[in-house]
Nanobody, 124 residues
């Protein structure tokens, strides 16, 4: 079993920045990949980013490339998502996710553990 503790989120103006954090505890073999998905009202859950266990490999959705940066704290088994140049369309509930293995999947079904989600709202 893995537990995910999320922090960050809130309200920010367009063009602003925000940082999300996620710490995993429990079975480390099942939490080698950390990442985020998001879900906007009326839309399907979508992949945002993922990072490997050592932080050397990352994967980003095209919609956030160049604006969002994921990083890994390997000693604490935690990840951070720095979101810059935020847009109103980034407004969503952001879910921290984790899975075992090394594949930085973009599929919802490939992630076995999910955080409770944190609201990010970007105003115009």
């Amino acid at each position: 079993q893995v537990q995910l503790e999320e922090s960050g989120g809130g309200l920010v103006r367009a063009g602003g920045s925000m940082r999300l954090s996620c710490a995993a505890s429990g079975d480390t073999f099942s939490s080698t990949i950390l990442g985020w998905f998001r879900q906007a009202p009326g839309k399907e859950r979508e992949f945002v980013t993922a990072i490997s266990w050592n932080g050397q490999n990352t994967n980003y959705a095209d919609s956030v490339k160049g604006r969002f940066t994921i990083s890994r704290n390997t000693t604490k088994n935690a990840a951070h998502l720095q979101m810059n140049s935020l847009k109103p369309e980034d407004t969503a509930i952001y879910y921290c996710v984790t899975r075992g293995g090394s594949y930085l999947s973009t599929s919802v079904g490939d992630y076995h553990y999910w955080g409770q989600g944190t609201q990010v709202t970007v105003s115009t």
